[in-house]
């Protein structure tokens, strides 16, 4: 298991957040579970209310790129990786790094942005990559869209295909944060309390580096 890394990503929580949990309901979750037009750029209540370039990660990145000294040549992978954001400041910070991308539904590839990364539909747990192709493999807040099992699977996917790796998932310090972040999301399916999360991490064998989104931190 590696280390709990903050890179500043949920320091603002948005208070719109709030009063959208409130009103979701089951029929939203079902609209946004197409992982289509309406979940990105439909209505709010159904998922992002339009997923836009905003250049965040250029703020967000140098952190990143600094521990695991990524640089021009270094093999990277997007797992979950949408329209491409993070891949474009990645390609502007670092003009000639190898970059890919994998997203494990079509409408957000169709979407993407000009990154000058490959993307790929594939399942996050199986990465058609072999052994420790990449230098670096980050998925944020990606994973836990998946069933309990496939996230397990997905993990070790991550560490067979990586020789480093952040990770970002759904969580809560107990009980009642983690129903806060249920009620929030449309497609989360594995939220986990911290404990656990680190329990699976042990068990699976994972050392990548991890953060937790939690009720907490959305502002939710």
Not at 17 to 24: G, I, L, Q
Request: proline fraction near 2%; include cysteine.
């Amino acid at each position: 298991m590696g280390k709990l890394i903050d890179i500043g990503y949920f320091k603002k929580p948005v208070k719109v957040r709030a009063r959208v949990a409130k009103e979701r309901t089951v029929i939203n979750k079902m609209y946004a579970w197409q992982l289509g037009k309406e979940y990105y750029d439909g209505s709010r209540l159904n998922g992002y209310g339009g997923f836009k370039y905003d250049g965040r990660w250029l703020k967000l990145l140098p952190k990143i790129i600094k521990r695991y000294k990524l640089k021009k040549g270094s093999k990277v992978l997007d797992l979950g990786c949408k329209k491409g954001f993070l891949l474009k400041d990645l390609n502007v910070l670092i003009p000639g790094i190898k970059s890919y991308g994998i997203e494990n539904h079509p409408y957000a590839l169709k979407k993407s942005i000009k990154c000058n990364s490959k993307l790929i539909q594939s399942e996050y747990y199986s990465i058609p990559f072999k052994d420790k192709y990449f230098d670096f493999v980050i998925a944020f807040n990606s994973l836990y869209m998946y069933n309990l099992g496939d996230v397990i699977k997905s993990l070790r996917e991550i560490e067979r295909v990586s020789k480093k790796s952040y990770i970002v998932l759904a969580s809560g310090e107990n009980n009642e944060e983690r129903n806060r972040f249920y009620k929030w999301t449309l497609i989360g399916t594995s939220i986990l309390l911290k404990k656990e999360w680190k329990t699976l991490f042990k068990k699976t064998k994972f050392t990548g580096d991890y953060y937790f989104s939690s009720a907490k931190s959305l502002g939710v």
